[in-house]
């Protein structure tokens, strides 16, 4: 094939942008290690009562008959709960990229008699939601472990429905620390798709927790 001025100034444009700071600055931006240790740290008795769990779900939109994913569901303890408010008529995607993590929630979906929960096998890089299908979503305290954010987001974005809700509750932090300051979060979905529909405190229960909820721009 013959190269043209035309591909030489693309190629330098795509090198320029690449090379930006702001891009620098994404491309280095600090992840924590996905949690692959004990699931049973998520089950601690009181979690409901800090993170205000039903108020969570309430402003989420979760309500019977609804479709939620849980991403990053870990132990499962989102999942159930949500499970449980949506009745039978309700799907919960619970999504992780740790097999272990889905053997796990498969025995207790099978276990608590929740048969309207469907365990997904995501990637780092991929949620494998099907499109169109999801009223809301919840990342509780997952955000910050995800390397590639705008991508990710974008594949998110395909599987709600219109008029779906992202939530995600985090903890402020460098993204190395087991957290993520809320500027970044609201900056990366933004070039994602998404806009910041509401933001609350209540989840922080150590005092640097936010609840941000997104909505398709």
């Known amino acids: 094939m013959k190269l043209t ?11 320029l942008i690449a090379a930006s700071p702001a891009a620098h600055a994404r491309a280095q931006r600090p992840t924590s290690q996905p949690y692959s240790g004990d699931l049973s ?23 019977p008959g609804k479709t939620v994913a849980d991403l990053g569901a870990g132990s499962g303890w989102f999942t159930v709960r949500a499970a449980r408010r949506i009745g039978p008529q309700g799907i919960v995607f619970a999504e992780d990229i740790n097999s272990k993590a889905i053997d796990y929630i498969d025995q207790r979906a099978a276990k608590e008699k929740l048969a309207n929960i469907r365990t997904v096998l995501g990637t780092p890089d991929d949620p494998k939601l099907p499109a169109n299908s999801t009223d809301a979503v919840l990342m509780l305290k997952v955000y910050h472990e995800i390397a590639h954010p705008i991508p ?27 957290g993520l300051d809320r500027d970044i979060v609201e900056r990366e979905m933004r070039e994602a ?18 609840f941000l909820i997104f909505i398709v721009k």
């Open 193 to 210: 798709g998404f806009k910041l529909a509401s933001h609350y405190d209540f989840t922080k229960a150590d005092g640097q927790d936010y």
């Open 41 to 63: 740290i998520f089950e601690y008795p009181d979690r409901d009562k800090k993170l205000q769990i039903d108020r969570v779900m309430d402003l989420l939109g979760i309500t």
């Open 5 to 15: 001025a035309n591909h030489f100034r693309v190629a330098l444009l795509t090198c």
């Open 152 to 178: 990710v987001m974008k594949l998110l974005k395909a599987s709600l429905k219109p008029g779906g809700k992202v939530g995600i509750i985090d903890r402020s932090g460098s993204g190395g620390d087991h």
